[in-house]
């Protein structure tokens, strides 16, 4: 499994970035993806995950009505729409896989995880 992160940068507040993930080495189509982020002296905190099967998202209240998780349909790439950004929002963000169609919004039950990508909002 491989999972590859693309699209932070830096943006000032109430700008938008979209995050990429290239996905590779399962099977796509039945498994949850999620993205979870984690900023300098905090814990690992789940933003946003999906069941690749569904398309159906479920977010964390601090991002609600923000972000948007999505699934490409033709690529194995799992996108996060980050809008109206706040310096809060700064973090190194992290792609992950659970390889089941129960997902759950937990860090560990995830398996596999990306490089991660930062994102700086001033």
């Known amino acids: 499994v491989q999972l590859v992160e693309s699209g932070g940068g830096s943006v000032q507040a109430g700008g938008s970035l979209r995050l990429s993930c290239a996905a590779s080495g399962f099977i796509y189509g039945g498994s949850c993806m999620g993205w979870f982020r984690q900023a300098p002296g905090k814990e690992r905190e789940g933003v946003a995950y999906?069941?690749?099967?569904?398309?159906?998202?479920y977010y964390a209240s601090s991002v609600k009505g923000r972000f948007t998780i999505s699934r490409g349909n033709a690529d194995n790439t799992l996108y996060l729409q980050m809008n109206s950004l706040k310096p809060d929002d700064s973090a190194m963000y992290y792609c992950?896989?659970?390889?089941?169609?129960?997902?759950?919004?937990?860090?560990?039950?995830?398996?596999?995880w990306g490089q991660g990508t930062q994102v700086t909002v001033s």
């Open positions: 999906i069941y690749t099967g569904s398309g159906k998202g």
């Open positions: 992950a896989v659970r390889l089941s169609s129960v997902c759950y919004n937990r860090a560990e039950t995830f398996e596999y």
